[in-house]
């Protein structure tokens, strides 16, 4: 058993080769004619130069943020916490190069067909995909390896171990939030001046934003999509290996023993069957030859369906393996029923995403009719099936935390596991949920690849149709984007489902270290600091949400203006005259200057609130993060799907469907409008939220002792 975090680490450096491979295969590919390699260079550079600029900016922040942990808890800490942002911003910088690269690859691929199409956006992504979950998995075993393992003297092992969580944490909140306000920014100025004032194609040559619209989907859906997913893995390990920590007192000295090992070394292990279970599904990705997004749908989940079976068959041994012996009196399934109800829920989760954003079914369908009255009634419609989403999404959290509380209980038992002095204790039940949020996410690296394939496929068509080539090809690239708008939305729903599950996780783990610290934490909803705690932290994901899609309007204004100025003064732009270019990298320039301006206070924020409050009262704190976690939960399901649900209903009209007049009608506008309104829900707040959630946690767990 103490063989497993080396077996993980072993996996994880498997899942790196697979992303050579992959690289390697998309780099074989035909980038096509010169005017389709001179977009692809153009996307590539304005996407590399903001990334530049924004890591540049959110270092800074990490180094004050590593002094204080230095100061605060230990050196070590402050080492594991840089080591984590390091590799978060390495994995989205690889996958933003990799996709940058795919793009015109698929366009090219795209004239032989859909299934050459899927195979290199697939790739491309897969490389994201794996990149992600292989360095996330690799760097927290080597933190574990040396601080835990290999440490006899660290009291606060466990402490350095969650540092390396919040470095994580902290790139995916500034890459989530910049990348999402960059991409939305470019996108809602080229829709709104583009299609309903100008009355062009989306990504037409003449548009000024058409760049920097593709340059957006590459920094926000990617690189900050790959530091979101890379948070929440790594998030999702170190919850359970911290809850029992601070609940039973483990030390590096007292980690190996009869009673620790195992509940330390399970997480790990299900990452590990995970992570097998990714590779072997990623082969079985295959596309057919038929633009239909259901046939599209079914090649690309194969691999996802199959990963997480085979998970689910592993688990059942593991859990035999790890639990089977004396020391616990419980039934081993059980922690199996843990993983697997997590990771059905997780499942489900994508699944009800998918039926609220997917056009085969009735939510989009209702919202694309709704456009025949105009644009208020489209946006009623979206904001509808998304609060209808958020129900059907809270019925299958709760019962997913039910089972995998149940399953915790039958296996460990119902009384709690004695814990250290002053301590209740660690509850089977507690560890059960814990544990179900590696369900959610043990197939990350095929998650991610499926998630990552979408905006290669939207950038493909930009390419297609900035290189004027035949519009068949622009009708593969358009069914491979429609995809990937659902397969994007399913990937949020594990996102953010894992995120209630592992700020659970990590809000015991906070309660069990202020409890070793000596303090005392009352959860008491009659108790004032506690009610004006749950207050604030309800408050807190609105004000969120308002900033970031306040900082997209803003930006999106700026980028308005521009493009209506080029269309006003350059002569002969809007009649596509012959010779007559955009002036592109203005526009690349105003979204990349008001997204890293505008990204500081909402990233800030998610800091300094939960710190200043924890520093008042710990258990107003305590208050704050429940608050927090019921709202930040439905708001981001609800800004995720309403806001594919409009995206698709645009694209359902796009396609001809429902006898609505097609492009450039009355109903696609309304419907461009709906989709513009949806833009910072899905690509910038709504992902966002679930990022939130964990940084709040977390920094309150790393800093529990300061508090006391």
């Known amino acids: 058993m103490s063989a497993i975090p080396y077996l993980a680490f072993l996996s994880a450096l498997a899942a790196l080769a697979l992303a050579a491979f992959y690289f390697t295969k998309v780099k074989a590919a035909s980038p096509g004619n010169d005017r389709m390699v001179f977009l692809m260079e153009e996307i590539q550079k304005g996407a590399r130069a903001f990334l530049k600029q924004e890591y540049t900016w959110v270092s800074v922040f990490v180094v004050v943020m590593a002094a204080a942990i230095a100061a605060a808890i230990a050196w070590q800490a402050a080492i594991t916490y840089v080591f984590g942002a390091f590799l978060s911003a390495l994995a989205g910088y690889v996958g933003m190069t990799v996709a940058t690269m795919a793009n015109a690859r698929t366009t090219e691929a795209a004239q032989q067909g859909p299934a050459p199409a899927l195979a ?38 466990f402490e350095i171990v969650t540092a390396y969580g919040l470095g994580a944490s902290s790139i995916a909140l500034f890459s989530r939030v910049g990348g999402g306000i960059y991409t939305k920014a470019a996108d809602v100025g080229a829709d709104l001046v583009g299609k309903v004032e100008a009355g062009i194609p989306e990504d037409d040559p003449r548009n000024p934003a058409t760049i920097a619209d593709n340059v957006g989907d590459n920094v926000g859906d990617v690189a900050g999509m790959g530091a979101d997913l890379f948070e929440s893995y790594a998030g999702s390990i170190i ?38 279970a990714s590779i072997i599904g990623s082969f079985l990705v295959k596309g057919g030859d038929s633009t239909d997004s259901k046939s599209l749908s079914k090649a690309l989940h194969m691999g996802t369906n199959s990963a997480m079976a085979m998970t689910i068959v592993a688990t059942i041994a593991l859990s035999y393996w790890m639990f089977g012996g004396d020391d616990f009196d419980g039934n081993p399934i059980g922690l199996a029923i843990a993983v697997i109800g997590g990771l059905i829920a997780g499942w489900a989760l994508g699944k009800t995403a998918e039926f609220y954003t997917s056009d085969h079914f009735s939510p989009v369908k209702k919202i694309a009719e709704q456009t025949r009255t105009g644009p208020a009634t489209t946006i009623l419609g979206g904001i509808s099936a998304g609060m209808i989403s958020v129900a059907a999404s809270v019925a299958l959290i709760v019962v997913g935390i039910m089972i995998a509380f149940w399953g915790g209980e039958l296996a460990l038992g119902e009384a709690a596991i004695g814990g250290a002095a002053g301590s209740p204790g660690l509850s089977g039940g507690i560890y059960g949920i814990a544990v179900a949020a590696i369900g959610m996410l043990a197939t990350t690296g095929v998650v991610v690849s499926v998630d990552a394939y979408g905006p290669i496929a939207d950038n ?49 783990s906070f309660e069990f270290a202020i409890l070793n610290a000596g303090g005392e934490l009352n959860l008491d909803i009659g108790n004032v600091a506690v009610f004006v705690g749950l207050f604030l932290g309800a408050m807190l994901p609105f004000l969120f949400a308002a900033l970031t899609i306040d900082a997209v309007g803003r930006a999106a204004q ?27 990298a203005r526009c690349v320039a105003i979204s990349t200057q008001a997204s890293l301006k505008e990204m ?21 704190l305590g208050g704050f993060l429940a608050g927090a976690l019921v709202t930040g939960f439905a708001l981001a399901i609800f800004m995720a799907n309403a806001g594919g649900a409009w995206d698709n209903a645009k694209k359902y009209i796009e396609a001809g469907h429902g ?50």
């Open 120 to 157: 290199v956006a697939f790739r491309g992504g897969a490389v994201m995909g794996f990149s992600v979950a292989g360095l996330a998995l690799a760097g927290l075993m080597v933190v574990y390896i040396i601080f835990v393992v290999m440490s006899d003297n660290a009291d606060n092992a």
């Open 460 to 508: 493909a068509g930009g390419i297609a149709e900035m290189a004027e080539l035949d519009p068949s090809v622009r009708e593969v690239t358009d069914a491979l984007d429609s995809l990937g708008n659902t397969t994007a939305a399913v990937a949020k729903g594990f996102a953010v489902g894992s995120a209630a599950l592992t700020a659970l996780a990590l809000f015991k």
């Open 558 to 584: 700026e980028m308005i203006e521009e493009v209506r100025r080029q269309f006003r003064e350059i002569p002969g732009l809007r009649e596509g005259k012959e010779g007559v270019i955009p002036d592109s």
């Open 239 to 276: 919850a359970p290996i911290s809850l029992v920590a601070f609940a039973l007192g483990v030390t590096a000295t007292t980690a190996d023993t009869s009673l620790n090992m195992p509940l330390l070394m399970f997480p790990m292990a299900v990452a590990f069957v995970g992570m097998i």
């Open 659 to 708: 006898d609505l007049g097609g492009k450039g009608s009355d109903s696609h506008k309304a419907a461009v409008v709906g989709d513009t309104v949806g833009d910072p829900f899905k690509d910038t707040s709504g992902p966002a939220m679930n990022i939130l959630l964990k940084v709040m946690t977390i920094v309150s767990l790393v800093f529990a002792s300061a508090f006391v």
């Open 600 to 620: 500081i206070i909402p990233g800030l924020l998610a800091v300094l609130v939960p710190l200043v409050v924890g520093f008042i009262s710990v258990d107003a």
